[in-house]
């Protein structure tokens, strides 16, 4: 006897598709190349944080008082980046775009059920300021990596283009907030 399985259809698409929709369904048919694939979802795995542990296991290690400083602010920025993004996608619950639109392809596993904002894309930037306002000559590299895992994000068909935008901003935020925090703490400690 057979058991009936229930298998889970795309959400039927709008009539009309916004900018949003187009774009992510632009770059799902260029994520399609073999070469962009490989790219994107290196970016994308690194971006799952392991780029991030070796780097703050670096500098502590490796960066003097002033690597282990950079260290624990960029782990405390990390937490708070972890909560906000959680908190927002719980909130707003906006479904990903290869659950809502058919011709958009998952080409990676999703780490959680909704879309905004992008987590990736709010701890890329938020860890690329702190850690550059520390050693500026990491600024260039990890602005680019920021990029490349943002991108990664709609081209692999995790998220909208206003998901990474999102994540960009508020990680933007936090990350300027935490350097001016830290700065005002210090500066208070110090006095």
């Known amino acids: 006897m057979a058991i009936p399985m229930t298998v889970s259809a795309p959400s039927p698409e709008p009539a009309t598709l916004s900018l949003d929709a187009l774009l992510c369904r632009a770059a799902s048919r260029w994520g399609a190349r073999r070469a962009v694939q490989r790219i994107f979802g290196a970016a994308s795995r690194l971006g799952d944080g ?72 709010l701890h890329a930037v938020s860890f690329g300021i702190v850690a550059a306002g520390w050693f500026p000559v990491l600024a260039l590299p990890l602005a680019l990596f920021a990029v490349l895992v943002a991108m990664s994000r709609v081209v692999l068909g995790l998220h909208y283009p206003s998901d990474v935008l999102a994540g960009a901003a508020l990680g933007a935020a936090l990350g300027l907030a935490s350097r001016g925090l830290d700065a005002a703490l210090v500066g208070t400690l110090a006095g």
């Open 50 to 121: 392991w780029l991030w542990y070796g780097l703050i296991a670096a500098l502590a290690i490796g960066g003097g008082d002033r690597g282990r400083h950079a260290a624990l602010q960029m782990a405390g920025t990390g937490i708070v980046a972890w909560l906000l993004y959680r908190t927002l996608k719980r909130r707003t619950r906006r479904p990903r775009p290869f659950r809502v639109h058919r011709e958009v392809i998952a080409r990676a596993p999703p780490l959680d059920e909704f879309s905004f904002p992008s987590g990736h894309t």
